[in-house]
């Protein structure tokens, strides 16, 4: 459950900031889906330890899991869907990661890495969904890998 809760408002942050891009409710929803299923399945593949190499196999499995949800609720005419859903186990692994030595305490077992993990993870994030979305005006819709509009 605690991955669903993470994900949904993960989710819901990320739609707000997207400058209307996502759609709040199928991002928030399958961010929840994919967090929740990817956090069962990776903590209970990582054997729920938390030395320094089983958070990031459990970000990476996770990420899967997340980057497919994702990715499937991307918008239409996102360009290559399919690089979000190969970068989030890569993502999701490097936030993990670099909770361990920030000194947060992941024996706390949290739904998701602390805050060294969250900027890490945006950090790195934010640039390959911003080249995937396409930007929206109102009536227009320009695809970033040709920035041809076309009416939406």
Same mark, same amino acid.
Request: proline letters at 7%; aromatic letters at 6%; hydrophobic letters at 50%.
């Given at each position: 459950? +605690?991955?669903?809760?993470? /994900? ?8 707000? %900031?997207? =400058? ?6 199928? @991002? =928030? ?5 994919? /967090? ?16 320094? /190499?089983? #958070? $990031? !196999? ?8 997340? +980057?497919?949800?994702?990715?499937? $609720?991307? *918008?239409?005419?996102?360009?290559? *869907? @399919? ?14 990661? %670099? ?22 993870? =945006?950090?790195?994030?934010?640039? *390959?969904?911003?080249? !995937?979305? #396409? ?8 695809? *970033?890998? =040709? ?6």
């Amino acid at each position: 459950m +605690g991955g669903i809760v993470t /994900g949904a408002v993960i989710g819901a942050g990320q739609a707000l %900031v997207s =400058s209307g891009r996502l759609s709040p409710l199928r @991002w =928030s929803a399958a961010t929840a889906a994919g /967090g929740g299923l990817g956090l069962l399945l990776g903590a209970a593949l990582a054997g729920y330890r938390t030395d320094l /190499g089983s #958070p $990031a !196999l459990m970000g990476a499995v996770g990420g899967v899991l997340l +980057g497919v949800t994702q990715a499937c $609720a991307l *918008p239409h005419t996102a360009r290559q *869907p @399919w690089l979000w859903a190969a970068a989030m186990p890569l993502l999701w692994a490097a936030g993990w990661a %670099v909770t361990t030595p920030a000194g947060v305490g992941v024996d706390a077992r949290f739904t998701v890495f602390g805050a060294t993990g969250a900027l890490t993870f =945006s950090a790195l994030s934010g640039v *390959p969904l911003h080249h !995937l979305l #396409p930007v929206t005006t109102p009536g227009r819709t320009t695809r *970033p890998d =040709s920035l041809r509009e076309v009416d939406a």
